[in-house]
């Protein structure tokens, strides 16, 4: 299915992970039980698919494999609609509980009756797309003014969506981590309000409440899936998906919580180096990857806590499996239910690939015949432009780049 020479090129750091002393100290149950009870109360709230890809595990030798498809979440097309609207609201109500003296009830944001107060906020935050896009929704739900800042590779598609929620899209030289401290700038020189999803000294409330929002997927997995996977491949990225969704499943199944695998691009291996230096490392992107929304170069501190003490194992994958995972899921080569996923969201597809087919990987990793494994579909087709190169022509290992004039 894969071309066994680019797997080869898929690198594994197997991990002993300590029992988990940060996890309910950075993410307690009551976070996630605050944002499942307020998401799921908003209009278009359902619970997205749980997908069997029963012919993808027949070729791999596994038991069953799961895949979570993030893409219908909200219209706005991944997981990302869940925490950083989330985190608006939350941002919006300690501003105004601040000025008033007093707790704000959640309802009396969304009843409209600070409708003027918080029309003279304005939030900002850095993303590489579907973040922004979440956080452009919450404001125009919420009714704040918005600016989102993007890098340079970020393509027109994703930048014109979140103006098409009312943002104001500030585009700027360098990666996704020249943005956030961009963010950090303009907030304090401005009086702005930031709502990032990494975190850093200082920083750490606004992330969290994106890291709660992400549980409500976790525990709709929960409540669906009956059996605990043996086996959960995780986005890395700055680590916030992977840390709540970790917390979750820890709290909920306790020992018999599945093996956490964080994946991650082999340009952008930011938890793989951390990892491997025993504390948080920040690495340099030489090159941005087709995954965009992984494209990040450094963890966020309060996921990192987490992490750290959590996964059994950190891979890094190449940039041409891209392709192949998408087209293989989109044309349901195995005989699946076709899926139309995003770059982004294949990352725990090939790293499982990689790993199944690898025959000292897979005994690393412990993918016996009756493992059951859970993908997470992180996002939908986001940037269709992107989707038709990769379905076109999947071992084209830059058909992200957008050279349309901006």
Same mark, same amino acid.
């Given at each position: ?197 990494? &975190?850093?000294?200082?920083? %750490?409330?606004?992330?969290? @409440? =994106?890291? /709660? ?7 709709? $997995? ?72 992984? &494209?990040?170069?450094?963890? %966020?501190?309060?996921?990192? @806590? =987490?992490? /750290? ?7 890094? $994958? ?89």
């Amino acid at each position: 299915m894969f071309p066994l020479d680019e797997i080869k090129k898929t690198r594994l750091l197997s991990i002993n992970p300590s029992i988990v002393s940060s996890r309910d100290e950075v993410l307690p149950g009551m976070l996630f039980d605050e944002a499942e009870a307020v998401i799921t109360s908003w209009d278009g709230y359902r619970r997205t698919p749980l997908i069997e890809l029963s012919g993808v595990a027949r070729e791999l030798n596994l038991r069953t494999i799961h895949y979570k498809h993030e893409g219908p979440r909200f219209g706005l097309g991944s997981f990302k609609a869940l925490g950083g609207a989330y985190a608006v609201l939350r941002v919006i109500q300690r501003t105004l509980s601040k000025r008033a003296g007093r707790l704000i009830d959640i309802h009396e944001i969304t009843d409209g009756r600070f409708a003027d107060q918080i029309s003279e906020l304005t939030i900002i935050s850095a993303t590489d797309g579907n973040h922004g896009r979440s956080v452009a929704w919450g404001c125009n739900r919420f009714g704040a003014n918005c600016r989102i800042y993007i890098h340079a590779e970020v393509s027109d598609f994703r930048a014109d969506a979140m103006r098409e929620l009312g943002a104001a899209v500030v585009r700027i030289d360098g990666d996704y981590d020249a943005t956030v401290e961009r963010t950090r700038t303009d907030a304090e020189k401005n009086g702005w309000m930031i709502v990032s999803d990494t &975190s850093w000294p200082g920083y %750490s409330q606004a992330p969290r @409440d =994106v890291m /709660a929002g992400y549980g409500v997927m976790a525990r709709e $997995i929960i409540r669906e899936i009956g059996a605990p996977p043996t086996h959960v491949f995780l986005q890395g990225g700055v680590g916030g998906l992977a840390a709540a969704v970790i917390a979750v499943f820890q709290q909920e199944w306790g020992n018999t919580a599945p093996r956490n695998i964080v994946v991650e691009p082999e340009l952008a291996p930011c938890l793989f180096a951390s990892a491997k230096a025993h504390e948080l490392t920040r690495v340099k992107i030489e090159r941005e990857t087709l995954m965009a929304g992984l &494209s990040c170069g450094e963890p %966020s501190r309060i996921a990192w @806590d =987490v992490l /750290a003490e959590a996964v059994h194992g950190f891979m890094t $994958i190449p940039e041409t499996l891209v392709g192949p995972a998408v087209r293989l899921l989109a044309n349901g080569d195995c005989g699946d239910t076709p899926i139309l996923a995003g770059e982004s969201a294949v990352a725990g597809l090939i790293g499982l690939m990689s790993g199944a087919l690898n025959p000292e990987m897979r005994a690393a990793i412990g993918l016996e015949s009756e493992a059951r494994v859970l993908l997470l579909g992180s996002e939908g087709v986001t940037d269709p432009g992107v989707f038709e190169a990769l379905l076109a022509n999947p071992a084209d290992p830059s058909p992200h780049r957008d050279t349309s004039p901006r």
